[in-house]
């Protein structure tokens, strides 16, 4: 605060200005690290904390963001591990468009599948993927309508475990 105090005396008053912001951002860049930290080098946890807190703020954006432009398929299991929509509405066979192809998206994944030749039916056993017969087959008519490949659970492919998506900025508010 004293250096508030120094720039009045230089520059005259700030009209029109209060230090409201710059106290809050105080509050949460400084304090709340700080009290989140072990006290032991805490600079660097504050940091940490302060990169953890901005990347919380972008993945909810972002979250909001997708469930704003996108539906939201609810599904529920019962005991015996069969899958239903909560709404009637949707179904496997309707397209989603998960990802929108605009100017400017890259991907970016592996050269070689971490998981290669898997079986679709260690998918569905190890991993829970129980409608991934029937994704790919909507996929496969959906995007490569001539393909004459009704998949099954015998069936292998690669499995990649990452894929990173860099998308546009979702509009600020």
């Not at 239903?84 to 496997?92: D, G, H, I, L």
Request: glycine content about 4%.
């Amino acid at each position: 605060m004293e250096h508030y105090a120094h720039l009045i005396r230089a520059k005259g008053s700030a009209d029109g200005f209060n230090t409201e912001m710059s106290e809050w951002l105080h509050i949460d860049c400084a304090k709340e690290g700080y009290q989140a930290s072990n006290k032991k080098n805490y600079t660097q946890q504050m940091i940490q904390y302060l990169w953890c807190q901005e990347a919380i703020h972008k993945f909810t954006a972002f979250l909001t963001w997708t469930n704003a432009t996108h539906p939201v398929v609810n599904r529920s299991y019962d005991e015996d591990g069969d899958s239903s929509t909560a709404s009637e509405t949707s179904s496997m066979d309707e397209p989603v468009e998960l990802i929108s192809h605009a100017p400017g998206t890259r991907w970016h994944i592996a050269k070689q599948a971490p998981m290669p030749g898997t079986s679709l039916q260690d998918l569905i056993e190890k991993h829970g993927a129980m409608d991934i017969v029937a994704a790919l087959a909507m996929y496969l008519r959906q995007y490569v309508p001539n393909c004459q490949i009704t998949p099954s659970t015998f069936d292998r492919v690669d499995v990649y475990t990452r894929l990173y998506i860099d998308l546009q900025s979702p509009p600020t508010p």
